[in-house]
């Protein structure tokens, strides 16, 4: 199972890193977001995959580390705020430079399809 | 003895003072500044008739004891000597100054700029340990570039002032650097220890490179060749500054630290040849140069820099006599040349030019300062019955002692000779050029003397000049034998001042040095016409301006290499440099990569489909990325499934902060979509190809990562938190407890981040006009669904009791602040999707930034509170209570905590979401610009 789960991480992280490396925005915003996930699934893999056992006291004897959960509930939180702040930055690129390219330019775009 | 930190700390004391009080009237500056030097110098002499001198006197307090840095002050007579002179000639400035400035200059600025150059000098002068030294030493450097940079209106002045502080500063770190060497080898940065181990110092393998490094230090401060040529650029400065920093104080801090240091250092051929060479070097190239300059500041610079070169050549001998040679010079130097500067200052006032070319004549008109000028400047050429002549006599015999040190017996007094000509000769040219021959016809006629107060600090120095010229023993001898006592760290040796010695080589090398300089100016025409078509060509500004220049390039260059202003590049390049990082990592590990597994969860069949679809929906997400909406559906799907994961393997918090995250982010994403471009276009092959290699390689590597850590034994803290959740956090749920108790002051700066960015969109939403996009659902032209209405308004209060719920179970259930702050955001969104944005406005206001502040302020306040009770910031507490109805109620502090949480969360989402939503209100008042980039 841990195979599975570490295979899981690695394709949101080849998935995220190929979509973080287009040249428009949105498709930035979509890999971060991959990103984000395969991160807090591989801290939240730190503590290792523990079935039944919620770190709430008195439900039952074994518990899951609660500590990888505690960092990854905040992670998830400042994923979200990052992915607002990122989606707003591509907005105002789109508003002040007339095209959303990540670098505010479509020249990269267009010597790619001249080639194409 | 602590008088002693007062004396230093005054002038840095009165400089915001002074600021403050030249806003009220610009007439109080250079009163306050004058009257705070006054009480130091005052401080200064009562402390020394109190105390015992006859031993060096420290006071010192632990400042870092870790490394050696302690905040000690040293009262001897070398200390006494170098404060006593910054604080008397400052005095003089001041009042100079006071005259100096015009009306649109700033005193404020000036007098508090001086004061803290001044504090830093008497920092330097009576630091006892070295690192605080070389701190004060910085500061003179800083306080120098605000001075030297005062008319900033002016190019050459900013010029001059960077130039400075580079040359200095670069100085100032080398000699950093061997000062740490230096109390390396001692084992103590304190001077009483550090003076004391000369043999030690001198016998150590490091002994070059300290050498070398703090002499790299005194030579840029103190402008030895070759690092001259920033006292001449600096002369831009106002002339109080160049006669203040550029004559008496603080070129001399090189110098100072020559003597300061004499005892370690000196007495090897090293330092001979070092300290020697370069002072001899600039003796003669600054006298040389000066003789040709036809701005009296630059021949004022010049003579400075061979007169520096003198007193370093003095020192470099080596021997005791020397040593008391350049004290007795140093002193000489600082009433000459400031009184000097002094004097350039008011022709310049007067007259409005500095050029030897066009004044003359003014003898006539200003006969006391023409007077006062020529006593000086005999001073400056060693003229008998002046300072300038006794301690110009100690250096040649000195030059004759140690001659046959360098080489010959003959050379070296031949090349101080030399020196003494050209001295001789622009000391002539000084006074010639300016008070007797032609004016140019176009100066002004209207010249007159300078106001009285203007001209009575130079007759203060002249004064002095002509007495210790005079009365040299009676004056001068008690304090130079008690500095050089102090410089040498033992009993100054037996010297005689006085005027006539009896018919010896020094005095016929003098004769000779006033006959040549008489000779080289009446030669001065061919001279000159030889200089500028020869080496006056040469230009060390240039050079230095070229070394800028091509450091800037490099530097630019390196940057443009990986930085070329792409994402894409950047992203690339981290990727490429973790890839490689990574991959030595993994290669030079020699131990198995995996572990026997013996921590991995039982194999099932449904949660293995559920990441096998995770997996494909990522791909497909890749897949269909072109067709943004589209993309949407399998981001959902992952993100679903990681919740999924998390309900799995224990982690209900996680989960149903995973599950709300989502929705948020899915309708930010649809909103942002209405203004973005509908398709994304597909690069070129080659690139798609490098960047799929690359996101290959990073997935193999996360994965080989993920699974040699899960597949390894497992050691963890979770006990610790397990065991005390309960017994000191007052919950049952540990994650929450961990959140907002164990580790509240990462969640309180998280949530600190969570209001920077959401005020971050607010802001950079402000007044932000887009072209309409494609109309998408929810915006204004679609109609609100009926039954979504409905159904909303029946669910709003059950969202609102439910997220309250969730809330307060949290420390003991999953639930918490973070959790509940996004269920009601969710539920609030669900309004404005129902009704549309002005409509949910008009019903229900919700103080978006007021929740946000608020949400801080009770974080904030709920660890302030434990400050109070004197516990550690954010620690909690927690007890039980009776309460009738609800029965036995557990309540933690960081239950308010949780509370500030909620409503950061709370505000932040909401604010955001509201912010995107408003864009679609706001009419478009331009067309919307065609679609750039869609295939």
Redesign the interface.
Known sequence: ???????????????G??????????????GL??LS??V???L???????????????AQTQ?????P??L???A??????????V??????T??EL??????GT?D??Q???S?? | MATLILIVLLPFLSAPIIALLAGWDRRAAPWAAGITTLSALVLLGILVSNVDLSTPQVIQFAWIPQIGLDFAFRLDGLSILFSGLIMLIGLLIIVYARYYLSPQDHPGRFFSGLMLFMGAMLGIALSENLIQLVVFWELTSLSSFLLISFWQHRKEARQGARMALAVTGMGGLALLGGVLLLGHVVGSYNLSVVLGAGETVRASPLYLPILLLILLGAFTKSAQFPFHFWLPNAMAAPTPVSAYLHSATMVKAGIFLLARLFPVLSGTDAWLFLVGGAGLITFLLGAYTALFKHDLKGLLAYSTISHLGLITLLFGFGTPLAAVAGIFHLINHATFKASLFMVAGIIDHETGTRDMRRLGGLARKMPHTAALAIVAAAAMAGVPLLNGFLSKEMFFSEALDVAPDFGSAWLLPLLVTLGGVLSVAYSIRFVHDTFFGTPDPDLPQEIHEPPRMMRVPVDILVVVCLAVGIFPALLISGLLNFAAGAVLNAPAPHFSLALWHGFKLPLLMSAIALGGGVLVYTLRRPLTRFHEHGIGRLNAKKLYDMLMQSLQLAARTVTRAFDQGRLHGMTLWTLITALIAGGLGFISYHAPLFGPEQHAPAFDVITATGMLVMMAAALAAVWMHPRRLLALLPMGVVGLGVALLFVRYSAPDLALTQLSVEVITVVLMLLALRYLPAHSTIEARPRRYRDALIALLSGVGATILTYAVMSRDYENIAGYFLAKSLTEGGGHNVVNVILVDFRGYDTFGEISVLALAALGVFALLQNLRLPQGTPGPGSRSAAHPLLFQTLSHLLLPLTLVFGLYILLRGHNAPGGGFIAGLIVASALITQYLAHGIRHTENQLLIPTHGAIGLGLLLALGTGLAAIGAGYPFLTSTFGHWQIPFLGNLELASAMVFDLGVFLVVLGASVLMLVQMAHLGTVPPDKPAAPEGGVS
């Open positions: 199972m841990s195979l599975l789960f570490a295979l899981l991480v690695g394709t949101l992280t080849a998935t890193v190929f979509l973080t490396l287009r040249a428009q925005t949105f498709p930035v915003v979509l977001t991959l996930y395969a807090n699934l591989f939240f893999g730190m503590g290792r995959l523990a079935s039944n056992a919620a770190a709430v006291l008195g518990y899951a580390d609660p500590l959960q505690a990854v509930l905040t998830i939180v400042i994923a979200f705020a990052m992915t607002a702040f989606i707003v930055l591509a907005l105002k789109r508003a007339g095209n959303d390219h990540v670098d479509t990269d775009a010597k790619d399809d080639s194409q």
